[in-house]
């Protein structure tokens, strides 16, 4: 269904003294992918009451909102990201009355919602595609990206979809061919069309009038394309790399101007801001999937007050593993790039390797090495999304072929095994069937080696994962320097070390980091500083201006 004309005309009050409107700036975000989260009715599939049963837990991290992935009217070719109805929840998922029950338990938990909005595709099962697809002359005729193919019948250009092969497909009933970045089943709506632009906002006001506190916007980056429809150029082999799409997929081998991170977006996204601001508080982070402009894209898509709150790049989502080079070269490039702008950094998310096997497979200590690289993520300036089983340490699932769902790990078999892997059930009772996820055949398989990990054994230890996540994160809530404050990197000769002072409201803290197995030295020239507790983390001492730290230390300090 589409949400009613009359939506787009409410009267929302502007003034909300008693809200505190930059709630989002350096909130900790918890994403929950719902299929994997908590399943209420024995189908084997995660629900809106399962999410409900589980916000008391969420609201024990200390973390400041949820993101819950899609949970729309949907035939589910890729599980909810092809959407055909905005406005209506997906029966597999409950029903609009389970979503408002979900949104009011939230509030009284103290907890924001935030929901994935998909708007720069469809499923080829929305109505609307039905309509543009059904002739060149319909009301919603140009509601998709449509063009006529070379004079050999071969696609308009030599744009690739992300999840293979070309990025366009024929279709017999026009006899053109229709743009789908991702798969053939999510064909891409035509943001040049104003009519289309206006239909995605009546459907974003449909749920901020529900009570949702803001969005979660899927690659926000290919909302627009070029008109003219250019060839992309190649991309030298030097510069490719694997962050947006695997390495055996050639999507890599483009450069990627003409069909997405068009500069027509920036006016569009002012218009979505608009309509944010008639709420009393309600944010936006948004997806920037682009390998070689991704700080820029998420300085522009941010600067100022009229455009998203904040985004996220892949820079700490790609395969490469993080280094206290990378961390400090990534955000003092945001900051040079982004002026006031924000970001909203990740470790792992449903779509990437979970990195505590990305990274921390190989560490001697590896339960160490994940307490360490949370306690970074959550010292950084900007704000923070943590994804389901992140706070266990939970690692990526080795699933066999006859258990895979995902399309993209189908397609690309073995080399590339897809997203399964990081999509497997929440572990919440070891004792339990399925580990307290279901009482029926979860849809992905609970991985053995996940089980001990389960949030009750782990909540019986003080120094598990679990309880590092729960302190680390009220660390950062307690400190409103590592909240909103600036950043500054301080100079180490030691590659492994991450040392950096954040300021805010005149508190002013330095943090440091032992990102190796082997104790280092972090030496502070001309910083007099005093150490403070609560951040529970070990192998750090301060004496005089030399800091020790463990393997896989940290230190946290008050300069005086």
């Known amino acids: ?26 909130a900790v975000i918890y994403q929950i992918y719902p299929r994997s989260f908590q399943d209420s009715s024995g189908d084997g599939i995660g629900d809106l009451a399962g999410i409900r049963r589980r916000l008391p837990y969420i609201a024990s991290l200390g973390v ?169 150029p190649p991309l030298p082999e030097d510069q490719r790399n694997d962050s947006i799409a695997p390495s055996v997929n ?18 569009f996204l002012e218009r979505f801001r608009a309509l944010l601001d008639e709420f009393p508080a309600a944010a936006a982070v948004g997806e920037v999937g682009d390998a070689q402009r991704g700080l820029d894209i998420v300085a522009d898509y941010t600067a100022g007050s009229k455009r998203v709150h ?17 961390v400090r070269r990534v955000l003092e490039t945001f900051e040079a790039v982004a002026g006031e702008g924000w970001s909203c950094w990740a470790f792992s998310n449903h779509d990437v390797v979970r990195h505590a096997s990305r990274w921390a497979r190989e560490e001697p200590d590896p339960q160490a090495y994940v307490k360490v690289v949370a306690a970074v993520l959550m010292s950084l300036r900007g704000s923070v999304c943590i994804y389901q089983g992140e706070e266990l340490g939970l690692g990526e699932a080795d699933l066999a072929f006859e258990d895979l769902r995902d399309p993209y790990g189908i397609r690309f078999w073995p080399e590339f095994r897809g997203r399964d892997g990081c999509r497997t059930p929440m572990v919440w009772e070891e004792g339990q069937l399925s580990a307290g996820f279901s009482d029926g055949r979860p849809w992905l398989p609970v991985p053995p080696e996940h089980v001990p990990l389960s949030v009750d054994r782990q909540e019986e ?100």
Not at 250 to 267: F, G, M, T, V
Not at 310 to 323: N, Q, V
Not at 472 to 478: M, N
Request: proline letters at 5%; hydrophobic letters at 40%; aromatic letters at 14%.
């Open 461 to 560: 230890t003080e120094d598990s994962v679990l309880s590092h996540y729960r302190r680390i994160i009220a660390f950062r809530r307690d400190h409103p320097a590592l909240v909103k404050g600036s950043i500054r990197f301080l100079p180490m000769g030691d590659p492994r070390l991450v040392v950096f002072e954040r300021e805010h409201a005149g508190e002013r803290l330095i943090c440091a980091f032992n990102l190796g197995a082997e104790a280092a030295t972090a030496e502070l020239d001309g910083i007099s500083a005093v150490s403070i507790p609560g951040h529970g983390m070990a192998g750090g001492e301060l004496v005089g201006n030399e800091i020790s730290l463990a393997g896989y230390g940290a230190w946290f300090g008050r300069r005086a």
């Open 310 to 326: 904040m985004c996220y790049g892949f820079d700490f989502l790609s395969p490469e593993k993080i280094s206290a080079g990378k």
């Open 64 to 232: 400041d909102a949820i993101w819950i992935s899609p949970f729309f009217t949907s035939p589910m070719k890729d599980f909810g990201y092809d959407v055909s109805d905005y406005c209506g929840v997906d029966p597999m998922f409950g029903s609009l009355e389970d979503f408002d029950d979900l949104v009011a338990e939230a509030h009284r938990l103290d907890l924001k919602v935030m929901i994935d909005l998909v708007i720069s595709h469809t499923s080829d099962e929305h109505p609307w595609f039905k309509e543009s697809r059904s002739s060149r002359d319909n009301p919603k005729a140009d509601w998709y990206v449509w063009a006529d193919s070379r004079g050999d019948g071969s696609p308009p250009n030599n744009w690739l979809s992300i999840f293979g092969g070309s990025a366009w497909q024929w279709d017999t009933r026009r006899r053109q061919y229709y743009l789908h970045n991702f798969l053939v089943e999510q064909p891409d709506l035509n943001f040049h069309n104003t009519e289309v632009q206006d239909a995605v906002l009546a459907s974003s006001r449909f749920w901020l009038e529900r009570g949702v506190d803001g969005f979660r916007l899927d690659t926000i980056n290919f909302y627009f394309h070029s008109q003219g429809l250019e060839d992309n």
């Open 1 to 26: 269904m589409s949400a009613p004309a009359a939506i787009l005309q409410m009267d929302v009050p502007m003034s909300h003294p008693q809200v505190d409107r930059d709630w989002w700036r350096g």
């Open 250 to 267: 050639p999507y890599n081998y483009q450069d990627h101007i003409y069909d997405k991170s068009r500069p027509e977006n920036l006016a």
